[in-house]
């Protein structure tokens, strides 16, 4: 089962990277394209802006999983030094692993229950339901899990390993 999921989330992680990466390359382009039209041809378009800040979110969402993947919970790399070398890191990752699953838990569950309630709505500009915006929230979530998972069972925290 565990070759299992690290192969599945290696196939999957490498998807999700490249689309998080293609997400935010497109919005850099669609903000150039509005700064164009709203400076210089002083035209500014109705869909640039809300498009722009939905692709940034896609971008945070899915290249969330990347980091979680690495192992890159800034806020326990200290704890993380302080038990390096002692029997407590086990139940220190463990600890992690289950309180980050847990939140993702919370933010993928509420994040469908957005997305079914603002599923009428449509974005200002583009016309198109919100629930597309904000399906980046439950998605996100979902490969935050596997990358959490993934990340418990093969662990990648060579940069930490490197400053002890």
């Known amino acids: 089962m565990r070759s299992f999921i690290v192969h ?12 998080a990466a293609f997400a935010l390359g497109v919005a850099a382009l669609v903000g150039l394209f509005q700064v164009g039209t709203r400076f210089v041809f002083q035209q500014p378009s109705s869909w640039s802006e809300v498009l722009t800040r939905a692709l940034i979110v896609w971008s945070v969402w899915l290249g969330m999983s990347a980091a979680l993947r690495g192992g890159a919970l800034l806020a326990v790399d ?7 070398r002692t029997p407590y890191l086990a139940v220190l990752r463990a600890a992690v692993a289950c309180i980050t699953l ?21 974005l200002a500009g583009l016309e198109i339901s919100i629930a597309w915006a904000y399906a980046a929230i439950p998605t996100g979530a979902f490969f935050g899990i596997l990358a959490v998972i993934a990340n418990y069972l093969d662990p990648r925290r ?6 002890l």
């Open 78 to 84: 200290l704890t993380y030094r302080l038990v390096a």
């Open 8 to 19: 599945i989330d290696r196939a999957v992680g490498r998807v999700i990277l490249a689309l």
């Open 102 to 122: 847990g939140f993702l838990i919370i933010v993928f569950v509420f994040g469908i229950d957005v997305v079914y309630r603002v599923r009428f709505q449509t």
């Open 158 to 163: 060579g940069e930490i390993e490197t400053q």
